[in-house]
């Protein structure tokens, strides 16, 4: 019998599971993936490597920045300018000073009464239509949320969490953002974990002191105590049993999985101005678009998340994209494509989903994910951040620290 299962190979668990390994604790780390990294998925690219899930390192949170300088990996800051298709036209984003003042008065927002949700902030603002609409699409867009659910006592944590990290400034890693995840998995196996990879956990049995987790394979694994880093829309679609139920699983119902897709595109040279870095349309689809200035290269990423995407299929962004950016540029995009790769995280059966939002009235919920169950019963993952980086590598990778350390202090 094992000290601790960890479940699930994404940063949260890898993280969990190398502290772990390495204070001396048996670890078995199962995953229903072939490889490590979860939601981060990185394939081979002509000029750069494809990021097809998590992409961007969101400003200067240092346990992320120290593990990629620990795994002596490289990372370059996004460059460049913002720009907006506006009445037939790429240019300037027009004055967005009441939406700036907006987001500034989220990061330092007084106490409410009650919870309520963005659009009901938004009224109570009064700011005029183009503005509502900008905050509303940068909201919706960021989180993969629906402003007329997502929680404003959520965003306002958000927002102040982003500030101290300067989450504003984008960086990438050169060499692919699976090194970080490979580099986990690495270390843990150098401390004598034991991996097992392509097993999707069936069910987990487990009482105080004792779990059993069985495996699709019919690999049966038991240990003392489990960390449980499964998605946010796994654990709500109940395609893992645990036998009991804990309640903590139904406080994972009140969270919301926010659906988010993305189309990178490489064509065979580049038709888009040196200096830009995002441009938005927000009439066409995909609304959202970004280069990898500073690197120069023939590739763009198209994204379209939370209400936007729920009523699209996936299938038809490619095309779509390709029509959007002909619209934008001025050109025959169709003829400069070389080809396009894309991920639906939404149909995954190890995700269902992109990452969490909080909706109105659940700030609460990831706090109590976060406690452990009668010193047996561990769960980390971004829906379990409790630091107000829900969404992210680094609130994940928190979460699996946290975790770990719960472990070892129980």
């Known amino acids: 019998m094992k000290d601790v299962i960890v479940i699930g190979a994404g940063v949260a668990g890898l993280a969990a599971a190398r502290n772990l390994a390495e204070a001396g604790r048996s670890v078995t780390l199962i995953e229903a993936r072939d490889r490590?990294?979860?939601?981060?998925?990185?394939?081979?690219?002509?000029?750069?490597?494809?990021?097809?899930?998590?992409?961007?390192?969101?400003?200067?949170?240092?346990?992320?920045?120290?593990?990629?300088?620990?795994a002596g990996l490289t990372r370059f800051e996004l460059e460049g300018d913002f720009r907006c298709f506006r009445q037939g036209q790429l240019g300037d984003c027009g004055d967005q000073r009441e939406v700036d003042q907006l987001f500034d008065q989220l990061g330092h927002l007084?106490?409410?009464?009650?919870?309520?949700?963005?659009?009901?902030?938004?009224?109570?603002?009064?700011?005029?239509?183009?503005?509502?609409?900008?905050?509303?699409?940068?909201?919706?867009g960021f989180n993969a949320a629906d402003a007329?659910?997502?929680?404003?006592?959520?965003?306002?944590?958000?927002?102040?969490?982003?500030?101290?990290?300067?989450?504003?400034?984008?960086?990438?890693?050169v060499e692919g953002y699976a090194r970080v995840p490979e580099f986990l998995l690495r270390k843990f196996e150098e401390a004598g974990g034991q991996w097992i990879p392509s097993a999707p956990v069936r069910t987990i049995a487990w009482q105080p002191g004792a779990v059993k987790v069985e495996t699709e394979t019919g690999s049966v694994f038991e240990a003392n105590a489990t960390i449980i880093t499964l998605p946010l829309g796994v654990l709500q679609a109940r395609t893992v049993a645990f036998l009991p139920e804990p309640r903590i699983v139904s406080v994972a119902d009140q969270l919301v999985m926010g659906p988010a897709a993305r189309v990178v595109y490489q064509f065979d040279h580049k038709f888009w101005p040196?200096?830009?870095?995002?441009?938005?349309?927000?009439e066409q689809v995909p609304p959202t678009w970004w280069t990898t200035s500073p690197k120069a290269s023939a590739m763009l990423t198209s994204w379209i998340a939370g209400r936007k995407l729920s009523s699209r299929k996936v299938q038809?962004?490619?095309?779509?994209?390709?029509?959007?950016l002909s619209t934008v540029l001025g050109v025959?995009?169709?003829?400069?494509?070389?080809?396009?790769?894309?991920?639906?995280?939404?149909?995954d059966r190890h995700s269902l989903g992109a990452y969490t939002y909080v909706p109105k009235g659940a700030l609460h919920a990831s706090e109590e994910l976060s406690v452990p169950v009668e010193g047996t019963l561990f769960f980390a993952g971004e829906h379990t951040d409790t630091t107000g980086h829900w969404g992210t590598v680094h609130g994940a990778l928190r979460s699996g620290y946290r975790a770990a350390k719960q472990v070892l202090t129980a």
């Open 316 to 324: 038809e962004l490619p095309a779509a994209g390709l029509t959007t």
């Open 110 to 140: 007084e106490a409410l009464e009650a919870d309520m949700t963005f659009s009901e902030f938004l009224v109570q603002r009064g700011l005029p239509s183009e503005a509502n609409t900008l905050a509303t699409n940068y909201i919706e």
């Open 274 to 282: 040196d200096d830009l870095s995002f441009f938005f349309a927000p």
């Open 36 to 70: 490590p990294g979860g939601r981060i998925y990185t394939v081979a690219g002509a000029e750069l490597p494809i990021e097809l899930g998590a992409e961007f390192i969101h400003g200067f949170p240092q346990e992320l920045l120290h593990l990629v300088d620990e």
């Open 332 to 347: 025959d995009s169709r003829s400069r494509l070389v080809h396009w790769r894309q991920h639906d995280w939404q149909t």
């Open 148 to 173: 007329n659910r997502i929680s404003l006592l959520a965003l306002a944590k958000q927002q102040a969490a982003e500030d101290a990290i300067s989450s504003d400034r984008l960086s990438r890693v």
